[in-house]
């Protein structure tokens, strides 16, 4: 750590500081934290950015007195998380300077910002509503917002007249400006945009010159509800924000509110928590597999991907009685016991999975029109990939090995034997390697946490029985869920509910890439690059 | 007199056959495709679910037919007409049994191909009239699709001809009657399956409805009986292809035992049954590389195989 | 050279392919036919809650602590009590609205007398908002209205 702090001169040196702080990475998740003036804050980023640090997360807090930006940066090589803070004291338009030029990744965090806050980021190429509809006249994460917001017909009618309004503008600007040009609106009623996505594409016949992600069809604000409940109600949320993995997001909250408390949960409960998690990534990865080679024209994978999963689906409800949002994972512990059974059930699984993989492998990744239809689609360089803060499988198949269950060990991570998968080819095949490589190295986890499970209570002693209350402080916690890094900045009061929770969802970041992939590609790539983002949409609209 | 009346019998006959076909091709393909992917498919509406696509059909007359803002209704209506119309007219050369055929053309062949090679102005027209983006994409795919698999399509099938040495369909097949010629030509069977299937937009070559990126192609904006037209056509689409396959490849109603026309039909199931299975293995190519597939693939390894068979050919005659 | 090689692996990996799913065809479809073959659930299986029937007395064991209701994050719970002639507080009403509930089983771990439980039912469809409003003590009336003797 002496290390670290002897070789970080070089962020401040010369720049207006305010105050400076040392973490302690082992309490709460930050190793240093600055506090800059919103001049030098560009500076900063520039040399955060030429020394190969990603934009981890940006999370707008409203405080009394003042609005305050968080910026998050990281290494993915060896972890050194920077919390950076820049204050404004305007409480009704606090402006901000842009990093969107240089983290691309800061576009739509900035324009979240705006959205929930107001806060006004100057310079930002494109700064409109991100989440909420584009005729919101609201800032709900604002805490002097009050939910007086009109009815909602009146507000689907103004958003009606409004597209109406744009798609007219836009329509006759098209007519003036390109005779061959072509918009296609790719959904949000579309059989391959894995849920509520909505891609604007500008095409030159089937050619695609420009991608325009709408996103926010299943926006149903987390981030405020966290605001309003108790800490330990606001648990079922997490199996809906991501439903595929549900398990990696309960890990992850769960983790927050344990390491904000300084507990720990006891021995058993940990090897569960990891095996189940495990289990549910490969759920989750099959679900991947399967409805990508749907989008490929494939029907016949999705079956049998969806016949294992199916058989992951049983053991997890034999477990926790749930088959998608898991609401398993208490403050402590975990809900449940290991039932009777399940052990015999994984151990037939594990050898039954692994035919199958072999199986996959003859069907999909040596069929030649499989290999046409991936190698060299949806390229996504090692530097996009910093620019936009792309993380999990999409960043380890541009050969580099963060995974936050290595980079920074949670739980009992560190005791498994396994590996991480990269592959250096940067496109959509590579994806799907990693991929699949990743649903082996989770069979092999899952197969030692369950073997080396001890006996014991599934809670620890000093669980909570009621809903805690957490120490004031700010605190960042992160997994590895099954699409990459995901993230929870908590800003705690020491009251029942968080001050502030926000979330660093994985396929949010991975999404925001999308537009610099497709470029060039045909309109029958964008289905192949959007599915191999791995997208779950009401994780990225929350 | 005679004459007219043989041939207005014949149509109702192979209208009632395509109508019914297609009925059975559609159980069978859900048959395959469910018993390949871990499923049971119908089971209970008739035997083995064997009338659950005749209560699909009827749901399907039963629906509102629409026509779509700002469409082309003269277009609109056509279309559907025009993708079906001439795969019924294919049928007339098709020789079914020794003597079961309709019309026995010396050009018989050209014939076929000439018919089919118009269903994809239907599915153009259908693309262009529905005035949906999705459509007119899957419109001007086809179009590309079907100009650049009609040649390898026509180039296979001329090594057959040129053993056979005749147009004729019915003296192809008796050219059969000791080797069928896809043990002679292998090759060929395997380029023509190819383009048929690509042709007749089967999956991997189904571009133009591609369901995961145009919505359904050029069929989005149709439904009830329109689209159930376009359905059926696509499926004696595929079952002419086969019966071609068959005369051509696979020696026709040659065969022991059995009649003839029982051979035929059981040789053109197989090969329907051998597209389903394809359909059911493989991801779907991108239109560019369909193209691409068919110029730099197929042609000139169809060109090739040409040049083999006539030296062959010429060789054995001195 | 690579042209025919490429060919040739391709046309070999189709088939392969094919191999692979004409092997699969074979096998036991592993759908179940649902309405008319059911499975049975397993015993942890989150159904709807509902109240526990004591063994002893046949009646819930609700005492109306109202834990449950504050816990509930989706404000399902709609509780109301009166205090009986012994001071104690007895249930006059108990509705969940299934509008609502996430069946996240707080309530459950919440309650102090084990009175709440997740039934095994899964086939409770609704056609109207308010046949998802859901009152627990309606089985519990209708058992005391049929054990009661009928008045003369």
């Not at chain 1, 499970?453 to 869920?481: C, N, Q, R, T, W």
Request: aromatic content about 12%; charged content about 20%.
């Amino acid at each position: 750590m002496t290390q670290t702090q002897n070789d970080t001169h070089w962020i401040t040196e010369g720049l207006t500081v305010e105050s400076a702080l040392e973490h302690v990475y082992a309490k709460n998740g930050f190793h240093q934290e600055f506090v800059i003036s919103k001049d030098s804050l560009r500076e900063l980023a520039q040399r955060f950015r030429s020394r190969e640090y990603f934009l981890e997360c940006l999370s707008v807090v409203d405080y009394p007195d003042h609005f305050e930006c968080c910026y998050q940066f990281n290494r993915w090589d060896k972890i050194h998380r920077v919390l950076v803070k820049v204050r404004n004291p305007d409480k009704t338009h606090p402006h901000f300077p842009t990093l969107s030029d240089i983290y691309e990744g800061a576009n739509w965090y900035e324009r979240e910002g705006y959205d929930f806050f107001g806060v006004i980021f100057d310079n930002h190429p494109h700064l409109t509503r991100l989440l909420l509809p584009e005729t919101a006249k609201i800032h709900p994460m604002r805490k002097d917002f009050k939910g007086d917001s009109g009815t909602d017909v009146e507000d689907v009618l103004a958003l009606i007249e409004y597209e109406d309004h744009q798609y007219e503008k836009v329509s006759q600007e098209l007519k003036n400006k390109y005779q061959k040009d072509y918009f296609i609106n790719m959904g949000p009623q579309h059989p391959s945009t894995h849920g509520v996505l909505r891609l604007l594409l500008h095409l030159d016949g089937e050619r695609v010159l420009e991608t325009y992600p709408v996103i926010g069809y299943s926006h149903r604000d987390h981030e405020r509800m966290a605001e309003y409940k108790n800490y330990l109600q606001f648990t079922p949320n997490m199996g809906r924000m991501d439903y595929v993995g549900a398990m990696s997001f309960n890990f992850g909250y769960i983790g927050l509110i344990e390491k904000a408390l300084g507990m720990a949960p006891s021995p058993r409960a940990e090897y569960i928590r990891v095996f189940s998690t495990e289990l549910n990534r490969i759920a989750s990865h099959l679900l991947w597999l399967g409805t990508y080679l749907l989008d490929l024209g494939a029907m016949t994978p999705f079956f049998y991907c969806f016949d294992d999963r199916e058989n992951i689906l049983d053991m997890l409800e034999m477990l926790t009685g749930e088959r998608l949002t898991y609401n398993f994972f208490r403050f402590g512990g975990v809900a449940y016991d290991v039932p009777e059974g399940l052990g015999d059930q994984l151990k037939a699984f594990i050898p039954k999975m692994r035919g199958r993989l072999k199986d996959y492998k003859i069907l999909i990744e040596k069929n030649i029109i499989f290999m046409k239809r991936t190698k060299e689609i949806g390229v996504l360089t090692k530097d996009q990939a910093l620019s936009y803060g792309v993380t999990g499988p999409m960043l380890r198949a541009c050969g580099i090995a963060y995974d936050i269950r290595k980079a920074e060990p949670y739980s009992i991570y560190p005791e498994m034997n396994f590996e991480i998968p990269t592959f250096p080819g940067c496109d959509t095949f590579a994806r799907y390697q990693v991929r699949l490589a990743e649903i082996e190295q989770s069979l092999r986890i899952a197969e030692q946490a369950f073997a080396k499970m001890p006996e014991g209570p599934i809670k620890g002693e000093k669980a909570p029985k009621v809903s805690p209350k957490v120490p004031a402080g700010e605190f960042y916690f992160a997994v590895e869920s099954a699409r990459g890094h995901y993230g929870e900045y908590l800003v705690a009061n020491g009251s029942a509910n968080p001050y502030r929770l926000k979330q660093r969802t994985p396929s949010y970041a991975n999404l925001s890439s999308l537009s610099s992939m497709l470029s060039g590609h045909l309109v029958a790539d964008v289905v192949a690059v959007l599915g191999s983002t791995d997208v779950v949409m009401p994780e990225i609209d929350r | 007199m005679n004459e007219l009346f043989r041939i207005i019998l014949s149509l109702v006959i192979v209208i009632g056959f395509v109508l019914i076909n297609s009925l059975v091709l559609v159980w069978l393909e859900r048959k395959v495709s469910a018993r390949i992917q871990l499923r049971r498919g119908p089971l209970y509406v008739g035997w083995f679910g064997l009338l659950q696509t005749f209560a699909d059909a009827l749901k399907m007359l039963g629906k509102e037919l629409i026509f779509p803002k700002n469409c082309d209704k003269v277009l609109y209506f056509l279309a559907p007409i025009l993708s079906f119309a001439p795969v019924l007219g294919a049928f007339l050369v098709i020789p079914f049994g020794q003597h079961l055929v309709i019309q026995d053309l010396n050009i018989g062949l050209l014939l076929v191909f000439a018919f089919s090679g118009l269903s994809f102005i239907g599915i153009f027209m259908a693309g262009w009239a529905s005035n949906n983006k999705y459509s007119l994409l899957g419109g001007m795919r086809s179009v590309a699709q079907n100009i650049s698999y009609e040649i390898p399509l026509l180039l296979s099938s001329l090594n057959i001809v040129m053993m056979a040495k005749s147009f004729r369909l019915s003296d192809i097949v008796r050219a059969q009657a000791h080797v069928p010629f896809i043990l002679l030509q292998p090759l060929a069977f395997i380029i023509f399956i190819t383009s048929a299937l690509a042709e007749s937009n089967r999956t991997p070559f189904d571009i133009p409805e591609a369901e995961s990126e145009l919505v359904a192609g050029f069929h989005t904006e149709y439904s009830g009986l329109r689209f159930g037209i376009f359905f059926i056509s696509e499926y004696t689409y595929v079952f002419i292809s086969s019966c071609v396959a068959t005369a051509l490849f696979l020696g026709g109603s040659h065969g022991p035992f059995l009649s003839g026309w029982a051979w035929f039909l059981m040789k053109a199931y197989f090969v329907v049954f051998v597209v389903m299975w394809v359909r059911w293995t493989l991801p779907r190519l991108r239109s560019d590389q369909l193209i691409t597939f068919a110029w730099k693939v197929l042609i000139p390894l169809s060109l090739f195989n040409i040049i083999c068979t006539a030296l062959a050919l010429q060789l054995l005659k001195q | 050279m690579s042209y025919i090689t490429n060919i040739f692996t391709g046309f070999w990996s189709v088939l392969a392919g094919m191999v692979v799913t004409l092997k699969y065809m074979f096998r036991k479809p592993v759908t179940e036919v649902y309405p008319r073959v059911k499975k049975p659930m397993f015993p942890r299986f989150k159904g709807p809650t509902s109240f526990v029937v004591d063994e002893k007395t046949g009646d819930h064991r609700c005492i109306s602590c109202e834990l449950c209701v504050k816990i509930c994050p989706s404000l399902c719970i709609t509780l109301e009590k009166e205090r009986g002639e012994d001071k104690k507080f007895h249930l006059k009403e108990y509705k969940v609205d299934y509008t609502l509930c996430s069946l996240c089983s707080l309530c459950i771990e919440v309650c102090p007398t084990d009175a709440l439980t997740h039934a095994k039912d899964y086939e409770i469809p609704a056609l109207s908002q308010s046949e998802m409003i859901n009152d627990f003590l309606k089985p519990f009336r209708e058992k005391q209205k049929t054990s009661q003797p009928v008045a003369p």
